[in-house]
């Protein structure tokens, strides 16, 4: 079935810094959706991405679609103590359900 | 205000019962969905349900059951067959299986 690799498992920044969480699929990604989930919490939704090539900017954060509906990627620059959390992607393979990347967990060093 | 509750968000049981959680929603959607998440890990299909009384078995229903009566309600019920059930559990909804899914505040269950 669909699968949705995500890296990577955490990433390590300085305040100030940019993050970057990618996921990949070997086979044509439907729809992207991008959740966020701070400590704690519960998963937010982002964002969703469906065209081919298609980037969308919210202040500091933009997300991409590859060209190929293989791959999507969310950066965020400059990172803030807010953005401390897991970001998951979500494919939309499927009509029922949506298929889970296993998260990135963004860390802000002390 | 529209939304989807989860209830309790704590709940402590002893092992062997059975406990049943809570997931109600008024966004009037069609689909819902129970999700385990264990520590630093993703997010793990337990059962969902595209329309009332029907749902089907996600990828770790053993030891779970799930009920869809109403449209507005999808209770799971952690059976004493689960064989670790302390995790935390998220009710979800959408509109449609593949679309922006809203999720409930969730409930840490721990059994001891």
């Known amino acids: 079935g669909q699968q949705v690799m995500q890296i990577p498992q955490y990433q390590h920044v300085q305040e100030g810094e940019d993050f970057t969480t990618y996921c990949n699929s070997s086979?044509?990604?439907?729809?992207i959706q991008w959740y966020k989930q701070r400590p704690g919490g519960h998963p937010v939704f982002l964002i969703q991405?469906?065209?081919s090539g298609e980037v969308k900017k919210q202040k500091r954060l933009t997300f991409q679609f590859g060209e190929a509906k293989k791959n999507s990627s969310l950066h965020i620059t400059a990172t803030q103590t807010t953005d401390v959390g897991t970001y998951f992607c979500?494919?939309?393979?499927?009509?029922?359900?949506?298929?889970w990347g296993a998260g990135t967990k963004l860390i802000i060093k002390p | 205000d529209g939304g989807i509750t989860q209830s309790p968000k704590y709940l402590f049981r002893k092992e062997g019962q059975n406990v049943t959680l809570s997931c109600e929603q008024n966004?009037?959607?069609?689909?819902m969905y129970w999700y385990r998440q264990d520590p630093g890990q993703g997010l793990r299909l337990i059962y969902y349900?595209?329309?009332?009384?029907?749902?089907q078995k996600g990828d770790i229903a053993e030891g779970y059951s799930v009920s869809r009566e109403k449209k507005e309600s999808f209770p799971l019920t952690v059976t004493s067959a689960q064989k670790n059930p302390t995790a935390f559990y998220l009710c979800?909804?959408?509109?449609?299986?593949?679309?922006?899914?809203?999720f409930g505040q969730g409930t840490r269950l721990t059994v001891v």
């Open positions: 979800a909804s959408s509109s449609q299986g593949n679309t922006e899914a809203f």
């Open positions: 966004l009037n959607h069609d689909a």
């Open positions: 349900s595209q329309i009332v009384n029907d749902f």
């Open positions: 086979t044509t990604l439907s729809n």
């Open positions: 991405l469906v065209k």
């Open positions: 979500a494919d939309g393979y499927s009509n029922y359900q949506l298929i």
